[in-house]
């Protein structure tokens, strides 16, 4: 939004009241929202945030599926897996080690019953945002090609795209249609990050197999 502070001054609310404030949506795009009460940094890292989406007059092109995918960095005094509670560890945050880094705010939500499901000969459109507080995510689908990325949630767009850089604070929206069957990989490319940090989801594509395209040999 256009605005001093992007409206955090209108929106500090004290406990029992409500404040009430407007804006014109004057740039369409995919938006990244945040906390603004201090500490900003902490609260982030906790997960206040989220994505909005202003469409351009007369709306996007139509697709067949559409998915929110928002990743975060997680600072915690405890290892990743470690069970229970986990305090924050503001020396981690500074030092931008986290020990988690993750889809829709946890370890597995694009897996198991969260899974994505799609179907052969379908476009999927993905709306990504990076919450951050730190990281630059390298967003990919092992297996896929982009047919069309809005490059940092914006109005240009770029075609046949392998992986692309969402910053933290930014979000990107990306398209691509389904022509194979099978499970994809949903990652942040900086790979360690999917595979020892949570970075990782999945997405599943059912219906004929299409030989032309892709063929296993016997």
């Known amino acids: 939004m256009n ?25 369409p795009g995919l938006y990244v929202y945040h906390c603004a009460t201090a500490p900003v940094g902490m609260h982030i890292a906790n997960g206040m945030y989220g994505l909005i989406l202003i469409e351009p007059e007369g709306g996007l092109p139509k697709v067949d599926k559409e998915f929110y995918i928002m990743q975060g960095d997680f600072y915690t005094k405890g290892k990743f897996g470690d069970k229970g509670l986990q305090e924050f560890d503001m020396d981690k945050a500074i030092a931008e080690h986290p020990e988690y880094v993750v889809f829709n705010g946890k370890t597995g939500a694009l897996l198991g019953d969260g899974e994505l499901q799609a ?44 992986t692309t850089i969402i910053p933290p ?41 299409n030989p032309v395209v892709y063929k296993k040999n016997p």
């Not at 459109?125 to 090609?145: A, M, W, Y």
């Not at 389904?178 to 595979?195: L, M, N, Q, W």
Request: hydrophobic content about 40%; charged content about 20%.
């Open 3 to 27: 605005g001093p502070g992007g409206g955090a001054e209108a929106t500090f609310v004290a406990p029992g009241t409500e404040k009430i404030f407007n804006f014109k949506a004057l740039n």
């Open 169 to 209: 604070g930014g979000a990107s929206i990306v398209e691509f249609k389904a022509t194979v069957p099978g499970e994809y990989v949903i990652v942040d490319h900086a790979i360690f990050r999917a595979f020892n940090k949570g970075a990782l989801g999945k997405i599943k594509v059912t219906g004929p197999e």
């Open 119 to 162: 179907k052969v000969g379908e476009t999927v459109r993905f709306f990504v945002g990076n919450g951050g507080p730190n990281l630059t995510s390298s967003f990919h689908v092992i297996g896929e090609i982009f047919d069309r990325v809005y490059m940092e949630g914006g109005s240009k767009i770029n075609e046949n795209v392998q």
